[in-house]
Each structure stands twice: as structure tokens, then as C-alpha cells.
């Protein structure tokens, strides 16, 4: 599976949109996108995944560039329960058994 | 919303203690799989399965770990002789066909003394 690179952490206000940033350059035209965010030690939750076309779910919206090279994970109105690490994944769906390989992801922090 | 449910939610065992940890993934979901997570560091996959069998598995999986699909809900992880290192959160994961996000449980903290 293609490499992710996040920044570590990032700062929002709340009721403002977050925009997370991933670099996925080796993205395979097979590989999609995923988005996981793990709040304080709880499991990781799936938030969306896409291809190539914007996604969008009553969570996030996912934006990916044309050259796919790149991905932003958009949360409209961020609350403090947003508070997470934010992780960006790419592995081929199409196998449902693959593993997901997680990075460091980056840390958004909602302040009031 | 349909869950994915692990017990116990914290477990202490001596070192050398056999260990199982337990999952109910979701009903319809057909790949399980577990993750761990040593404090402070990245979530690692173990294993995947599938159809009754192990699909993949990662290095961290050797002799010492062991997963069954006892009946049709459970799906368990073995450690055969605990180790301390093997202290870490257990999360559990199930996902269905068409390549969905996996639904995790909350996990089974493991405190290996």
C-alpha cells in the first residue's frame, strides 16, 4: 500500500471547518483513500473513503486532488468531540480483507 | 448502529498466562480482524480472517498467538504464554464485502504483570 505523510497535529476553532491534510505521491489507480480518527483511546472509527471523486457522508466531506497525489479530509463545523488522531489510509478496497497500516496521523485539537 | 463488542474491557495476567480475549463482530459482517496498540504508539494489525481461515497475518503474529471463530458470533485471540510486552489496548474489527470501513470495538486493555 502506497505511504501517507500528515502533519503531526493541528489546532481548530470550534463551529470553524477542519481541513486535514494527506500526501499519498505512490497512490496506486487502484488504491483508495481512507479516513479513521481515534478519540483518546477508544477504537479507531471509519469516517469515509473514496477514489477519486469528492466524497462526502454526514461526517466529513473528502476532497482528492486530480493527479490524486494528495487528499483533504474536511469536517464543516468542528465541535469539541472532534478532539482526535486523525488517520489518512490508502489500500485497495477491493479486497475487503486487507489490512489498514496506520501512520502517526495528525492530532486535531478543537478549542473552544 | 450495529457494533462490534469485546470482553473483558481490561484484563490483568501474570507473565506465562495464557490469555483469551473475545469479540462479537458485527452479524452480516465476513472478515475479522485484530489490532493492538503499545501505549503511546501506532495501531499495528495482527491478523485477518476469513472464511474460516487466516487470510494475512504480520510478523508481530507468530507461535504465541492463535484466533478462532468458535460459533457463529464469537471471534477470539489467544496468547498461548503472555509475555510483558504483549501489554497493549486489543481492538477487534469487522468489515463485510465491497471494501466498506471496518467498524472497530472499544478493545481490551491487557496488562501483562
Redesign the interface.
Known amino acids: 500500500d502506497a505511504k501517507t505523510t500528515q502533519p503531526p497535529s493541528m489546532d481548530c476553532a470550534e463551529g470553524r471547518a477542519a481541513n486535514l491534510p494527506c500526501n499519498h505521491s505512490t497512490i496506486s489507480g487502484n488504491e ?1 483513500v ?1 479516513w ?1 480518527r ?1 478519540i483518546h ?9 473514496g477514489l477519486k471523486n469528492n466524497e462526502t457522508n454526514e461526517m466529513a466531506s473528502l476532497i482528492i486532488t486530480e493527479d490524486r497525489k494528495s487528499s483533504t479530509l474536511i469536517l464543516p463545523h468542528a465541535t469539541l468531540r472532534d478532539t482526535a488522531v486523525y ?1 489518512c489510509i490508502v489500500r485497495v ?12 496521523g495528525t492530532r486535531l485539537m478543537v478549542k473552544p | 448502529e450495529p457494533e462490534v463488542t469485546q470482553t473483558p474491557s481490561h484484563q490483568v495476567t501474570q507473565m506465562g498466562q495464557e490469555v483469551i480475549l473475545r469479540c462479537v463482530p458485527i452479524s452480516n459482517h465476513l472478515y475479522f480482524y485484530w489490532y493492538r496498540q503499545i501505549l503511546g504508539q501506532k495501531v499495528e494489525f495482527l491478523v485477518s480472517f476469513y472464511n474460516n481461515e487466516i487470510s494475512e497475518k504480520s510478523e508481530i503474529f507468530d507461535d504465541q498467538f492463535s484466533v478462532e471463530r468458535p460459533d457463529g458470533s464469537n471471534f477470539t485471540l489467544k496468547i498461548r504464554s503472555t509475555k510483558l510486552e504483549d501489554s497493549a489496548m486489543y481492538f477487534c474489527a469487522s468489515s463485510g464485502t465491497g471494501g466498506d470501513g471496518y467498524t472497530f470495538g472499544s478493545g481490551t486493555r491487557l496488562t501483562v504483570v
Not at chain 1, 477491493?94 to 497500516?101: D, E, F, V, Y
Request: no cysteine; glycine share 16%; charged share 0%.
Open positions: 483508495y481512507y479513521y481515534q483511546s477508544q477504537g479507531p472509527q471509519y469516517i469515509i473513503h488517520y478496497a477491493a479486497n475487503a480483507g486487507n489490512m489498514l497500516t496506520f501512520g502517526g
